[in-house]
């Protein structure tokens, strides 16, 4: 079975920390790794896909890989009250989108003011 | 509205009948994919579909779940003798064709909100 983990919180932060959020997942197979931002009763929203181990940074964003460990992360820097949502770790075994994307439970992030 | 549209967003049926969601890829996108969402849950992959082919049906229910994605319109996933268990948000998301040039990740509708009285 494989398996997508993340801690479901609630991650609280004050506005302008840096909120970093964990996932680890089971099958070593896995190439392609995505964060969706989900805002409550909303679609989830891609935020960020890495597939080489290391760092990649979009604005704000940074997510990490590490394959040996089987571990990826999202750091958010100065953090807003608007990024408080659930934040969904997917992974996927192929190295294009074919194929489906098995998600963990989301970690709640709430940026207090 | 360029993006993945789904329809109705909301939907109210009673045991024993039919449900029909509807979803519209993105344009351009030719590959559909239908995820599950129960209350304080993570996304379940249910079914992948490009025009008129099932790829990967692995998620689905084998029995009262059907899905397709005809070679005109949207892609429908259809759940007959609804059960209260299929009180849910599903949601489909659509993506470029694999091999368009490096990942193509998948892009997520607003949902249908299933209710089962």
């Known amino acids: 079975q494989k398996e997508v983990e993340q801690n479901s919180g609630p991650l609280s932060v004050p506005e302008g920390a840096i909120a970093s959020l964990n996932c680890t997942y089971s099958?070593?197979?896995?190439?392609?790794f995505f964060w969706y931002r989900q805002y409550s009763g909303k679609s989830p929203e891609l935020i960020m896909f890495i597939y080489s181990n290391g760092d990649k940074e979009d604005g704000r964003f940074t997510a990490q890989l590490n394959k040996a460990s089987q571990y990826v992360s999202l750091l958010i820097r100065d953090s807003q009250p608007s990024d408080s949502a659930t934040y969904l770790c997917?992974?996927?075994?192929?190295?294009?989108?074919?194929?489906?994307?098995?998600f963990g439970k989301g970690t709640k992030l709430s940026v207090k003011p | 509205n360029a993006g993945v549209m789904q329809n109705p967003r909301h939907l109210v049926r009673r045991r024993g009948q039919e449900a029909r969601l509807r979803c519209s890829p993105m344009k351009g996108h030719s590959h559909v994919y239908w995820y599950r969402q129960l209350p304080e849950e993570g996304l379940k992959f249910m079914v992948y579909?490009?025009?008129?082919?099932?790829?990967?049906e692995s998620g689905m229910p084998k029995e009262r779940f059907s899905a397709e994605f005809p070679k005109e319109g949207p892609s429908i996933l259809r759940i007959q003798q609804v059960v209260r268990g299929d009180s849910a948000a599903y949601f489909c998301?659509?993506?470029?064709?694999?091999?368009?040039?490096?990942?193509?990740?998948?892009?997520f509708g607003d949902g249908t909100r299933l209710s089962i009285l």
């Open positions: 099958d070593r197979g896995s190439q392609s």
């Open positions: 579909l490009q025009k008129e082919n099932i790829i990967d």
């Open positions: 998301a659509s993506s470029l064709r694999p091999g368009t040039g490096g990942v193509q990740p998948q892009h």
């Open positions: 997917a992974v996927n075994n192929y190295g294009g989108s074919q194929g489906n994307l098995i």
